[in-house]
């Protein structure tokens, strides 16, 4: 995460304009008090008590509570920012009401407090020596990398557990400090300020007095209601979905759970639930998510519902989809063309007639906006396939409905994973997740943006880890994401013997290079070593299955490897690597390995063929056994005054989507939870739908995973 995103802070804007452009001042009751509040000393500003006392002696927040949980970890994430603050209001009993250990779901704001000289950022007089050069604000250090990290993480913390649109937080570097508002496409950082001359204080006002939605609370989902304490099992939320076709018409209300699906990431992030349609009384797949806003990149709502004019088969049913409307301070609802919830980092980039000339360089920070998606068709994870004559036939009914798709309309959907292709309650196959796909008007057509590479890690093609940049996404980029997920399911679910093979699935599925100066970060070393059977051989895979389902993983590596001959892992010069390209276009096995994946008739032939055996579905379904091993070295346990408790490495630190096979195991736990809310629904419907339907939009709630 943290490499992939330090291209992602603007800045260093000016504190006034800061404060203009996010914290309007507030019609207070009272005056600011006024006072030296002794915020100069050094004592206080490296000690987090010291600093608590002052702010709380200043009585420039009589809403907020400040609580020091620098050695304090969180029981989900385990981080620990130096200082988290709560809201209480007037009625709150402050001895048993207020919070004593840190919950993310209740956040406001949070503080982290670094020694002099770990501001991580690099100077605006440097940055402007050449501004033409610059794609990144963060230092070329590991400190100033592991530092933004941190606060990455404790931003995604925060937005993981709450409906967020953005935040605030503070970072102090001694007697200086920043102000920093993050949202789901970047973050703008301030210019320094010292302690001592009254902007952190000017802040802390007008923060107090801010609303919940300029707080970046999302307000369009609200807690359910009180007086069905008996149908809240587990934390219940009610969440608005508008109709992009009919803007007009009142938003519909569904019930959901906390999400069991969520990416862990900051930017562009999704949670998916299974939610109780208030009006239909049915369960359906509600996907909340921040949407590119580019015009190559259909809605998912216009795939969905271009599939289905085209008949396209194996895909869910479409309810509704919609972006989410803005909402005013009193609660109002803006119609969606006049306003929608839009992140803003993006439009203080230092562009051609742009005011904001304090950002220099080029930063890779795009538009997203606040997207829902209904559909009616809520599917089983691929994980729980009863047999692995099940799961080839579950992927070749999402093959089907890959092909179809992009022959009839060109929609090619780029992000195949495990995650995406789900068991209906028929047992058979659909595929899902359509919002990274793209239209390919003419074969060739697609064409690779900065930063353009799409899909899940594990997934990715090995042609689309080693080189992204220089060629599109293809038909065949998908084709091989369907056999990498026929084997990640084979080897994770499957292991029920005595191999050890955790550390094989990480050097396969989760292999990528440290990034470089311009950010970019490569893989697919391990793959290739799989693909030529270094990395699960055909006996590791016989040992795992003994139906033929290993004829069709074999005959699929083999046509990989044709397909990467004479290719090399790693960084190599670019004569090297003209010579190799040279050598792969006179191999005759490459050409035909290149031809054949380019549709997926080869494919789906090698699946029939194999599913036209004899298959013993006895002790054939799917096991938890395999976990992806992960570094050691990302413990959140360890000392917290250096910058190295939590540094953001994950497995997918690099990528804009993550894998939700961990979480998907879930699904099970969630229908039940589901179900049996929706059974219990159904004897009480008429008052639940009637208080539904006439409830506001209420308070942001808290969320939890």
């Known amino acids: 995460m943290t490499f992939d995103n330090c291209d992602r802070f603007v800045g260093p804007m000016p504190v006034q304009d800061f404060l203009e452009d ?52 969180d029981k989900t994430y385990g981080l620990k920012p130096d200082i988290s603050v709560f809201s209480h209001t007037p009625t709150m009993d402050l001895a048993t009401e207020l919070p004593t250990v840190l919950d993310w779901g209740i956040v406001e704001l949070w503080v982290e407090n670094k020694p002099k000289g770990n501001d991580p950022f690099i100077r605006i007089e440097e940055l402007q020596t050449s501004p033409d050069d610059v794609s990144c604000h963060v230092g070329w250090t590991v400190g100033a990398y592991k530092t933004c990290g941190q606060l990455i993480a404790y931003a995604t913390a925060l937005h993981r557990s709450q409906f967020r649109v953005f935040s605030f937080s503070i970072a102090l570097f001694g007697d200086t400090g920043r102000l920093l508002r993050w949202d789901r496409s970047g973050v703008i950082y301030t210019e320094p300020f010292r302690l001592a001359d009254g902007d952190l204080l000017e802040f802390l006002w007008r923060f107090n007095h801010l609303s919940a939605v300029d707080r970046g609370h999302d307000t369009t989902v609200s807690s359910t209601y009180p007086k069905f304490e008996n149908l809240q099992k587990g934390h219940l939320h009610k969440i608005l979905v508008w109709d992009d076709r009919a803007p007009d018409e009142n938003p519909k209300c569904y019930i959901t759970p906390s999400a069991k699906w969520a990416t862990g990431a900051l930017i562009g992030a999704t949670f998916r639930y299974i939610a109780y349609d208030v009006e239909s009384r049915n369960l359906v797949y509600l996907k909340d998510y921040w949407r590119v806003d580019h015009p190559d990149v259909q809605k998912e709502g216009d795939v969905y519902r271009e599939l289905h004019e085209a008949e396209v088969p194996n895909i869910a049913r479409m309810g509704r989809a919609g972006d989410v409307p803005q909402i005013l301070g009193r609660g109002e609802l803006q119609v969606p063309w006049l306003g929608v919830q839009r992140t803003k980092t993006q439009d203080y980039l230092s562009r051609p007639g742009s005011p904001c000339s304090w950002c220099p360089g080029h930063l890779c920070v795009e538009t997203y906006i606040h997207y829902r998606l209904v559909l009616e068709t809520v599917g089983m994870s691929l994980n729980r396939f009863r047999s692995t004559r099940q799961l080839c036939e579950v992927i070749r009914d999402a093959i089907v409905a890959h092909t ?96 050890r093979l955790g550390e094989t699935m990480q050097a396969v599925f989760g292999q990528h290079t440290r990034a470089d ?154 229908r039940n939870n589901i179900f049996s809310i929706s059974s219990r629904m159904h004897s009480s419907s008429v008052d639940l739908s009637s208080s539904l339907r006439s409830g506001n939009g209420g308070s942001s709630a808290k969320q939890q995973y």
């Open 404 to 499: 179809t798709a992009y022959n009839k309309t060109r929609i090619l959907h780029r992000d195949i994973s495990a995650g995406n292709i789900l068991i209906t309650d028929k047992g058979t196959g659909i595929l899902a997740d359509w919002d990274l796909s793209e239209k390919v008007k003419e074969v060739g057509d697609s064409k690779p943006r900065p930063h353009s590479r799409t899909g899940t890690w594990q997934f990715i093609s090995i042609g689309r880890l080693m080189d992204p940049w220089s060629r599109p996404h293809e038909v065949s980029d998908d084709l091989e994401s369907f056999f990498w997920v026929l084997l990640y399911e084979v080897v994770r679910y499957r292991n029920d013997g005595p191999m």
């Open 22 to 73: 996010f914290l309007p001042s507030p019609e207070a009751p009272a005056s600011r008090p006024k006072g030296d509040f002794a915020f100069s000393k050094p004592s206080v500003s490296q000690n987090e008590v010291e600093l608590i006392q002052a702010i709380r002696k200043s009585r420039l927040c009589p809403d907020l509570h400040f609580l020091n949980t620098t050695s304090r970890p």
């Open 517 to 670: 100066r311009a950010g970019h970060v490569r893989g697919g070393e391990g793959k290739l070593c799989c693909v030529v059977g270094l990395k699960y051989s055909s006996a590791v895979i016989e040992t795992l299955v003994k139906t033929p389902c290993c004829g069709i993983i074999e005959e699929m590596r083999s046509l990989f490897c044709d397909l990467y001959l004479h290719m090399e892992a790693g960084d190599v010069s670019p004569y090297v690597r003209s010579m190799i390209e040279e050598e792969r276009e006179r191999d005759p096995r490459v050409n035909r390995a290149r031809e054949m994946l380019r549709t997926s008739d080869v494919f789906l032939g090698i699946i029939e063929k194999f599913l036209k055996s004899e298959w013993d579905i006895n002790n054939d379904s799917g096991m938890r056994l395999t976990e992806p091993r992960v570094d050691p070295s990302a413990s959140r346990n360890r000392r917290k005054r250096k910058a190295e408790d939590h540094d953001g490495r994950e497995l997918n630190i690099h990528l804009k989507r993550q894998s939700r096979d961990g979480l998907s195991s879930q699904t099970s736990s969630c």
